[in-house]
């Protein structure tokens, strides 16, 4: 899942994709749904400073902008559509809305 919006509207923050090839520097990846499906991009590192500022030094370093993801929350799922899902609700759901957008996400 891609952390961090580079070039809207087709990589934006919560965009899943399938990462096809791996460098030191970049990262290939393949959008696995939405309307730019099987669209391939190369997404870089990016260099991030932490905004801790009782640190006495700077420091830098770069990071690609994904995590492996095998869920999602609901606020991520929103506004996609999904051929078949899996509900944890062992804890309670935080509002009925939520557990409603969730249950939409199904294609009927």
Request: charge should be positive; proline fraction near 8%.
């Amino acid at each position: 899942m891609l952390m961090r919006s580079l070039k809207p509207p087709e990589l934006i923050n919560g965009t899943r994709c399938v990462v096809v090839n791996c460098s030191p520097n970049v990262a290939e990846v393949e959008i696995t749904v939405g309307a730019h499906k099987g669209k391939r991009h190369f997404i870089p590192r990016i260099p991030v400073e932490p905004t801790d500022t009782q640190l006495p030094f700077k420091f830098q370093r770069s990071q690609l902008p994904l995590r492996p993801c095998f869920a999602m929350t609901i606020n991520k799922a929103q506004g996609l559509t999904l051929k078949c899902e899996e509900l944890n609700v062992r804890q309670h759901v935080f509002t009925h809305v939520m557990l409603y957008v969730a249950l939409l996400r199904i294609k009927g």
